[in-house]
């Protein structure tokens, strides 16, 4: 195989850039520290495209392509943040906003959250469409979890980190469409769940305060991921 | 199996076809048979007996023949067609075989529903019994796959149907051989064909008509194309409200083994298929080609990210090439005449013909097959026999929940691929609902995004929340509580969900609003503005 066969040159927002076949545009644009907005996407599960806040503009594509889900080719062209794609964001985030029940004063992830942080960074100050106000449910019953529906962005994090990293596939979805919900088991409380390690590795990938730990208050629930790139280094190594 | 045993078969079913005079046709699809046409069938079975002339006429059941609305639908050797027919009739009409035809029952056939149709797919529905293998080889069945197993090399398969022009029937209208020569040209050592039989566009009934009609054109189909791409298994994959089909189906996999013709070894060439049914369990988005695999492995059937394309990474990680029931119907023709007779027929980039299921405001609803490049207006007025009760013409519905509504200056445009995309609707896969003047467009509208709305997986964001707002800036519309404001938002969010969304459901949700917006948005103005619904739908409804 030729070098040029494994590295690709391209350009991301005028940056000459290069990655390795096969890889992703959003990992090379995160090894340049070019920012592209994220959801569903975390380093070492697999990638689903769901959120489709990581969509860009390719030169040549009459489609806008997912960022996670593409893999980079020589002489590509991306656009990541043209106005376009700000407004395209900002409207996805305004929808999630009013699919769920978000209140970030009441919430344990308050100022850790990643739907927050994603809402002030479009600058997102107030919401354009009238909310849904869905009646959800609070599972808690897990010894030391909890489980929060009112706060699901249903980016399926949960449902991969559990099925690829800790082999316990607890979690899944039930439902379509905006009835969507994750579950454990068969639709069974959590804490009933008999496949559950209670590992608790759900909680921590989980982007807002859908899952979190008991005990915790207002703005305490800071996640941590560090596990996450040490299994996958360790997983990598030994395969 | 041989290509001389084959023609046995055909000389040994017609003779027996020769020597019974009479022959007596009931209609067993599922449209008559929802109005009892089997107890039809079965007093036309008595009645041939009572008469005596049990060796000189049959009775049997065969497939579609098109006009659905008028069933059941019985047809005789001579070519009358008969309509709504009761087992009361049967007596008159056994009489009549030897005598003048029953004139209250019959349909005059010299109309241009009959004359201006052009039927490739359809060609045996209607006229052969859906459950035997021998009247479907009698038709020259499995002739194509003979001779392109004994004659030809998979790479001049791929070339005819390349040189056919013809293009997936399924809706998005790929090219066909474009989409054979990547599979057949895919490294791997075990490749699949699956036929996309998982119908759900509201009001269409063309693949349900031909898997009922004429199973085994399917399976001929399937076998050519898995002997072109290199491929040793096929999944059907049939939605399991389409329980007849499924029966059939099964019958004619069955009948196929029997002969040696899908299996192991077939026609003692080497080449083997063995074909699976794989029953949808209800959801729409089960069409689209990446949840439709992912549905066959077992797994939630929602859509991913493409590339890798199924012609690449499909099933079970393998090169896959999925084609839609027409699609696969209109390949043994094809082969049996070649692909320059088929590229023949339609307009230059829209070949053959296409299966349209006729339906709503006109006259005569039911299944109709016209060459490409017709238009709407000969669809319309000439075959569908215009609009009933003195009504206006309003709009025509192509394409189903992914399709838009094109109104009465769109009449006279070509019904192809690019005509009917560049006036903002598709051809999909076959649904045509007439809609007069007392159809609300804005109702209509709604109609389809609360379809996308309960149909969307749920997966991606902006289908999943954008089809639930659209629908309820919609339904504010419709109840005469929205503003201009809502209007604006509404193309907003039009826009994003067909640039944004993960797959093509999502990406064409959109499609009824916005055609509707193009061609009849006085009539959201004047719900908006005026509180008034033109067709006076929405105002009965509306709660202030």
Not at chain 1, 73 to 94: A, C, F, H
Not at chain 1, 95 to 110: A, D, K, Q, R
Not at chain 1, 206 to 226: D, F, H, I
Request: glycine share 10%; proline share 4%.
């Amino acid at each position: 195989m030729s070098p040029t066969d494994q590295v690709k040159t391209l350009r991301i927002d005028g940056r000459d850039c290069s990655g390795r076949a096969g890889e992703t545009i959003l990992n090379v644009a995160r090894e340049n520290n070019i920012p592209i907005m994220r959801l569903c996407e975390l380093e070492g599960l697999s990638t689903v495209g769901a959120c489709r806040l990581c969509l860009v503009e390719v030169k040549g594509s009459r489609k806008l392509l997912p960022a996670c889900a593409t893999a980079v080719d020589e002489g590509m062209e991306v656009t990541t943040n043209s106005e376009r794609l700000q407004n395209y964001r900002k409207m996805i985030i305004e929808l999630l906003f009013t699919e769920g029940n978000h209140v970030c004063s009441v919430c344990v992830s308050n100022g850790h959250c990643e739907l927050q942080t994603l809402a002030q960074s479009v600058g997102l100050t107030h919401i354009d469409l009238p909310y849904r106000y869905p009646k959800k449910q609070v599972d808690a019953s897990h010894e030391r979890f909890l489980l929060d529906h009112n706060r699901c962005v249903l980016c399926t994090r949960c449902v991969r980190v559990c099925d690829e990293i800790e082999g316990a596939h607890t979690w899944d979805l039930m439902g379509r469409g905006i009835d969507s919900k994750v579950i454990t088991d068969l639709n069974q409380p959590w804490g009933e769940s008999e496949s559950c390690t209670s590992c608790g590795k759900c909680v921590h990938v989980c982007p807002t305060g859908a899952l979190s730990e008991k005990g915790r208050s207002v703005a305490e629930m800071e996640k941590r991921r560090q596990f996450l790139p040490y299994l996958t280094l360790m997983r990598g190594e030994h395969q | 199996m041989t290509p001389e045993e084959l023609e046995e078969i055909k000389e040994n079913e017609l003779e027996a076809q020769q020597n019974v005079p009479q022959q007596i046709h009931v209609c067993v699809a599922a449209g008559c048979l929802s109005c009892q046409s089997d107890t039809v069938k079965d007093a036309l079975t008595r009645e041939v007996e009572q008469h005596g002339l049990g060796g000189r006429c049959k009775v049997k059941g065969v497939g579609c023949m098109g006009l659905c609305s008028e069933g059941p639908l019985v047809s005789t050797h001579t070519g009358q067609v008969y309509q709504h027919v009761t087992a009361a009739d049967a007596g008159e009409i056994v009489e009549s075989l030897d005598a003048q035809p029953v004139q209250r029952l019959l349909i005059p056939t010299d109309v241009p529903f009959f004359e201006r149709q052009k039927k490739i797919v359809l060609e045996n529905s209607g006229t052969i019994d859906p459950e035997r293998i021998e009247e479907y080889i009698a038709q020259d069945g499995y002739r194509a796959l003979m001779n392109v197993l004994t004659e030809m090399t998979p790479q001049e398969v791929v070339a005819e149907v390349t040189a056919s022009g013809l293009r997936g029937r399924g809706g998005a209208g790929y090219p066909t051989g474009l989409k054979w020569s990547t599979v057949a040209k895919a490294v791997g050592t075990q490749k699949f064909v699956v036929c996309n039989a998982d119908e759900g566009d509201p009001g269409a009934f063309m693949d349900r008509s031909v898997l009922e009609s004429d199973p085994h054109r399917i399976i001929e189909g399937m076998l050519i194309a898995a002997y072109a791409v290199g491929a040793s298994e096929g999944y059907i994959y049939v939605r399991a409200e389409y329980p007849l089909a499924i029966k059939r189906l099964k019958t004619a996999i069955r009948q196929a083994e029997r002969l040696g013709l899908l299996g192991a070894d077939i026609c003692g060439t080497g080449f083997k298929l063995r074909i699976d049914l794989r029953l949808g369990a209800g959801a729409f988005v089960c069409g689209e080609e990446t949840a439709l695999i992912a549905s066959i492995e077992g797994k939630r059937g929602t859509p991913r990210s493409r590339p890798p394309y199924p012609a690449m990474e499909g099933l079970l990680g393998h090169p896959t090439l999925i084609n839609n029931v027409e699609t696969f119907a209109n390949i043994p023709p094809i082969l049996r005449n070649g692909g320059a007779w088929y590229a023949g027929i339609g307009t230059e980039k829209s070949k053959g013909t296409k299966v349209f299921a006729l339906a709503g405001r006109v006259r005569n609803t039911g299944l109709v097959e016209v060459p490409m490049g017709i238009t709407l207006r000969e669809i319309v007025f000439d075959i569908g026999g215009g609009i009933p009760d003195g009504k206006e013409f309003k709009a025509v519905q192509t394409g189903g929940p992914s399709g838009g509504c094109l109104p009465a200056e769109a009449l006279d445009m070509p019904v192809d691929y690019e005509s009917l995309a560049s006036a903002g609707s598709i051809m999909g896969s076959g649904g045509m609902i007439v809609m007069d003047e007392s159809s609300c467009m804005v109702d209509v509208a709604k109609y389809f995004m609360d379809f996308c709305m309960t149909e969307s997986c749920g997966k991606c964001i902006p289908c999943r929340v954008g089809t639930y707002q659209m629908h309820r800036i919609l339904s504010a519309i419709t109840n005469m509580t929205a503003t201009e404001h809502d209007l604006k938002k509404m193309e907003d969010l039009c826009d994003l969900v067909k640039n944004t969304s993960l797959c093509g459901l999502g990406q064409s949700a959109p499609n009824p609003v916005l055609s509707t917006l193009k061609y009849f948005l006085a009539e959201y103005k004047a719900h908006v503005h005026e509180h008034r619904c033109v067709a006076g739908v929405c105002s009965e409804k509306a709660t202030v």
